[in-house]
């Protein structure tokens, strides 16, 4: 175990600003991709209901 | 935009004489995606958390650079990412450019926005481990100069994509690109043994023993597998969406379940 205690381990030997720097950002970026991954598919489903949606509303209009 | 059945119909032998291309269709690897992203997520987790309790509790403090080399757990396996995705992402480029597969195209377009940000963790933890360091944020050196190039060409195939609305002749001049810039990947690899450098040599090499503690080495090897786990499954989240946005006007996506109901 290399810490003595929680204080300790957070301050990185002084190096806390570069190491949780780095922490934070690749976790923060990793958290945010897969959000955006998923909106986009959500969004591309909305889409694609809504045109097939109209698609429908255009036949029943032709069709007696 | 949204004409792309077209190949498959007119060519469509392509995908029946040889079976192994079947999963090459979009409707087939579409629903395979699906399954296979929560198991990719969990093993991202898993080799996630082994990689951060080795990296933070078992291995030791550096000798020279104390507690601030656990950037090392990141920084490694981010730009190891950053040109390993390129070469996947130029592969699926190349593929499609010759075979005229659909599914490649969206593979590579996928891609991109994950290699841009290993590409871009990859700079930013060297930032932020040189300035203790070398008491710089940045220098213009081979290996980092390599690297910032990288993610240049990461954000110069989304943006010349996206230019482009046609997404067949999108995929097309993006590979072109893909292809050109591949002669960077060798350039980053070997760029600390060609020139004078900095930054400091390979840490782990197939030809001699690896040059730090075995601890330190596993903690790097288990955060790699977690950032190629979580590569894979961002990646196939999005390409999902891709396939959606493209393959919306084909009979099958009309039958999905999550557009049915």
Redesign the interface.
């Known amino acids: ?3 003595g205690s929680a204080s300790e ?1 957070f301050a ?4 806390a ?3 949780w ?3 934070g ?2 976790a923060l ?2 958290v945010v ?2 959000i955006l ?2 909106k ?2 959500s ?3 909305t ?3 809504r ?2 949606r109209a698609n429908q509303d255009s036949q029943d209009e032709t069709t007696p | 935009m949204g004409n792309n059945g077209g190949f498959e119909n007119r060519f469509g032998m392509n995908t029946r004489l040889i079976n192994w291309f079947g999963y090459a269709s979009p409707a087939t690897f579409y629903p395979l995606a699906g399954k296979m992203i929560p198991w990719f997520w969990a093993l991202a987790a898993l080799f996630g958390i082994a990689g951060l309790y080795v990296g ?2 078992v ?3 550096d000798a020279q650079q ?3 080399y ?2 090392i757990f ?2 490694v396996p ?1 730009s190891w990412m950053s040109m390993f995705i390129y070469l996947v992402m130029a592969f699926w480029a190349a593929l499609g450019l010759g075979f005229n597969t659909r599914l490649s195209g969206m593979m590579a377009t996928s891609l991109a ?2 290699g841009a ?1 290993m590409a ?2 990859s700079l ?2 060297g930032a ?2 040189g ?2 360091m070398w008491g710089a944020w940045w220098v213009w050196d081979a290996r980092l100069t390599s690297e910032l190039i990288l993610f240049f060409l990461y954000i110069g195939f989304i943006a010349l994509q996206s230019a482009i609305d046609d997404p067949r002749r999108a995929d097309k001049a993006g590979a072109v690109l893909a292809l050109v810039g591949v002669v960077n990947i060798p350039i980053i690899y070997f760029s600390v043994k060609w020139w004078n450098t900095l930054h400091q040599g390979a840490s782990v090499s197939l030809t001699r023993s690896p040059s730090m503690a075995q601890t330190m080495l596993w903690g790097m090897l288990l955060m790699a597998l977690a950032f190629w786990m ?1 590569a894979i ?2 990646s196939l ?2 390409v ?2 891709i396939i ?2 493209r393959e ?1 006007h084909a009979g099958w ?2 039958e999905l379940e ?2 049915a109901t």
């Open positions: 175990m290399n810490w381990f990185m030997g002084g190096h600003l570069y190491v720097g780095s922490y950002a690749c970026l990793m991709e897969p991954a998923r986009r598919r969004q591309a489903l889409e694609l209901k045109e097939i | 933070f509790f291995a030791p403090t104390g507690e601030g656990r950037i990141i920084h981010a926005p994950t940000l871009f963790l930013w933890t932020l481990w300035k203790p979580y499954a961002v989240t999005r999902r969406a959606l946005e919306r996506v009309e999550e557009v």
